[in-house]
């Protein structure tokens, strides 16, 4: 198994550029979810998943958009980037639901470290 | 509010030491509460998980304790290796809403 897999690693746009961060997971999981992580800030929830189909914002959701069309895949849409949009973001996933076991592990992606200029 | 604070920041120590990190937390209700380590430009990876009911919970040389009492939790490191430098973060699950709250970790270095 390959895991939760995110590209690209690296990224640098320039400001009013849109992209797209990719996630992919091959563990069958249902809840997948988007963080960004910034220095003296704990880990930040964008948009999450619970199933194909489902999405939901999360704490931080604004500037970005999601879409779940398999269970594998879960994209991150930057509509119109902006120089606070400067981050690494994480793609994790999940077996079950949040709305089910609180004991489930995340599991996270590498990571992809995104500059807006 | 609820809120995970860990300390300290950044601890530099020589490799074989032990060290401890310390995570406090005001999440209420309680759910559980997850130890997580992260090796730079990598993404977090889960050591362990505690619930209410557990005190202490071992994984190798990482040994978890949780007081929910006192609402702390702490992560023992024995005998430390120069591949344990990274962050470790400590992650509180509440336990109505199910969100999750993040500390901010704690940077260790293990020195030769």
């Known amino acids: 198994n390959a895991g939760v897999t995110q590209t690209p690693k690296f990224q640098v746009l320039k400001t009013g550029q849109s992209m797209t961060l990719q996630c992919a997971q091959d563990m069958n999981h249902e809840y997948m979810s988007w963080y960004r992580q910034d220095p003296g800030m704990g880990l930040r929830l964008i948009h999450y998943s619970v199933g194909a189909g489902i999405t939901d914002q999360g704490e931080v959701p604004n500037g970005y958009n999601v879409s779940r069309s398999t269970t594998e895949d879960f994209p991150l849409r930057l509509l119109s980037a902006a120089p606070s949009q400067t981050s690494v973001y994480f793609c994790?996933?999940?077996?079950?639901?949040?709305?089910?076991?609180?004991?489930?592990?995340?599991?996270f992606g590498p990571g992809t470290r995104l500059t807006v200029l | 509010k609820n809120q995970v604070e860990q300390s300290p920041q950044s601890l530099i120590i020589l490799e074989g030491k032990n060290c401890t990190l310390q995570?406090?937390?005001?999440?209420?209700?309680?759910?559980?509460l997850r130890w997580y380590k992260q090796d730079t430009g990598r993404g977090p990876v889960s050591l362990t998980i505690?619930?209410?009911s557990e005190n202490t919970k071992s994984n190798g040389r990482y040994t978890a304790t949780l007081d929910a009492d006192t609402k702390q939790s702490s992560l023992h490191i024995t005998a430390s290796q120069l591949s344990d430098s990274a962050s470790y973060i400590c992650v509180v699950r509440a336990g109505n809403n199910r969100k999750l709250i993040w500390g901010l970790g704690t940077s260790l270095g293990v020195n030769p």
């Open positions: 505690m619930t209410f």
């Open positions: 995570c406090n937390y005001t999440v209420s209700p309680f759910s559980n």
């Open positions: 994790a996933s999940s077996d079950g639901t949040s709305g089910g076991s609180s004991y489930n592990e995340q599991f």
